[in-house]
Structures are given as structure tokens and as C-alpha cells.
């Protein structure tokens, strides 16, 4: 049996809340399908600075020079070999620190791709059964230019606290959603699955070791080129001013 690693990045702002929870509830049961290891990081207490488009990353050819905890993150989901993205509901899209950790991976994106062929499974939770959905496309979105292969999704509501139903129902958050905990296991489970034929099939030379060209379309720039004001040119035009 092909062993893989798999990490579970919770996305959100509560530290051990609803998020946190659903997201190691799928690495339970990860782990339970043997020679599986789980590792997992959740964004509530680390600081990571939303990208500010300086372009000093795709200048030096490197990872982003803020030094905060993306970098670590991002090493650590690329020495993985499935990856479990969890992220709340808020105003019936993703909420923030997902968004602001691939802000910062740009480099990842466009010279390095780390992140090619990972396995993605995504999970959703919010107070509402509104915008779940789209919360899970946006974060399939975020990973589609890395080339994460997403595979399995799931929705859970972590309280019914707005409708009223607080005292008699989801009393423990997700844990008390019967449906979406099945989902989330799910999500464990699939990941696992593909995540050892990818796996298998690279160890064996099944698939390309190496990217043919770069999922965004970006083509690097031959070394001779600098990067001034924001544009790739000659080094003999270095210091002219833009057209």
C-alpha cells in the first residue's frame, strides 16, 4: 500500500472552533485507512499578511520576503500529498485567511509549482445553509492555478443558533450535523484514495515529473531580462522609462 501524507488547513479566525473541528474530524478518518500520516495547521493563531503587490517575489524569482507564517504553511501543504481546506461562510462567500495565505503564493504559482498534482478536498461550514456552495467554489478556485486536483467536497452547518433551534439541535456545533459529518468523512476518505494513485502513478513514471508550461499561461522570461517598473525587459533597457 502507497503511504501519503495528508494535511488539513483550517481557515479560519476561531481557534478550535467549528472549522478547526471539521476539518480534523476528515484527518480522523485519513488515519484510519492505514500507512496514512495527518498533520494540521489551523490559521486562527498565525500571522499571515495579506499580499500587497509589491512584485518583489516575481522580481527575485522567490518566495515572498514578509516574514510571517505563510511560508511555512505553503512548505508545509507542499510537502504534502493530499491536502484537507476548510474554510467558514461569511456574507455567503469564503472568509478571509485563505484568501490572504494563496495572496501570498504567487511565486508558487508562477516558478515553482509546489503544489502540482496535490490532492484537494474542501470543506464548508456556517450558521446558514446560504452560500456554502459558493464558499467551496471560491476555495477550489484558489487552488486551480497551483494545479491542486480537487476530488471531494462537503457543507456542514455548525449552528442553528439564527433559526432558533440552538437548544434542541447542533447543541456541539458540526459534530451534531449528522449529514454533513458524513460528507466531511468522506472527504478523508477520498482524499486518501487519490491521493495514493497519484502518488503510485509518479513514482512510476506514469505522469510527468516536471510541469510542461505553467497552469496560468506565463510564459518565465529568458535570464537576459530584468524586471523594472513592474515589466520584464532588456538589460540594455534597463532604467528606460516606460512607453
Known amino acids: 500500500m502507497v503511504s501519503v501524507k495528508i494535511l488539513g488547513v483550517s481557515g479560519t479566525f476561531v481557534k478550535g472552533g467549528n472549522c478547526d473541528i471539521a476539518v480534523q474530524e476528515a484527518l480522523k478518518t485519513a488515519a484510519k485507512l492505514g500507512d496514512v500520516e495527518t498533520d494540521f495547521v489551523t490559521?486562527?493563531?498565525?500571522?499571515?499578511?495579506?499580499?500587497?503587490?509589491c512584485q518583489w517575489c516575481i522580481e527575485h524569482r522567490s518566495l515572498c520576503k514578509v516574514n510571517d507564517d505563510a511560508n511555512g504553511i505553503l512548505q508545509m501543504m507542499a510537502d504534502a500529498d493530499g491536502i484537507i481546506f476548510g474554510?467558514?461562510?461569511?456574507?455567503?462567500?469564503?472568509?478571509?485567511?485563505?484568501?490572504n495565505l494563496f495572496s501570498r503564493a504567487r511565486s508558487t504559482t508562477f516558478f515553482f509549482q509546489t503544489l502540482r498534482n496535490k490532492?484537494?478536498?474542501f470543506i464548508s461550514l456556517g450558521f446558514l445553509d446560504f452560500g456554502l456552495e459558493n464558499c467551496l467554489e471560491v476555495m477550489e478556485n484558489l487552488v486551480y492555478g497551483h494545479g491542486v486536483i480537487p476530488i471531494a467536497r462537503a457543507t456542514a452547518l455548525a449552528s442553528g443558533v439564527a433559526l432558533g433551534r440552538r437548544p434542541d439541535y447542533l447543541e456541539h456545533g458540526v459534530l451534531d450535523d449528522p449529514r454533513g459529518m458524513v460528507?466531511?468523512?468522506?472527504?478523508g476518505e477520498r482524499v486518501v484514495e487519490v491521493a495514493r494513485m497519484v502518488k503510485y502513478a509518479t513514482q512510476n513514471g506514469v505522469v510527468a515529473a516536471e510541469?510542461?508550461?505553467?497552469?496560468?499561461?506565463?510564459?518565465?522570461?529568458?535570464?537576459?531580462?530584468?524586471?523594472?517598473?513592474?515589466?520584464?525587459?532588456?538589460?540594455?533597457?534597463?532604467?528606460?522609462?516606460?512607453?
Do not use: Y
Not at 43 to 53: N, V
Not at 87 to 99: F, G, V
Open 43 to 53: 490559521l486562527a493563531d498565525k500571522e499571515i499578511a495579506p499580499c500587497k503587490h
Open 87 to 99: 474554510a467558514p461562510t461569511w456574507c455567503r462567500t469564503m472568509a478571509p485567511p485563505l484568501l
Open 119 to 121: 490532492v484537494g478536498g
Open 183 to 187: 460528507f466531511i468523512q468522506g472527504v
Open 211 to 243: 510541469p510542461i508550461s505553467l497552469s496560468t499561461g506565463t510564459h518565465l522570461k529568458p535570464k537576459k531580462k530584468v524586471f523594472v517598473d513592474g515589466v520584464w525587459r532588456d538589460k540594455e533597457d534597463k532604467g528606460k522609462a516606460s512607453a
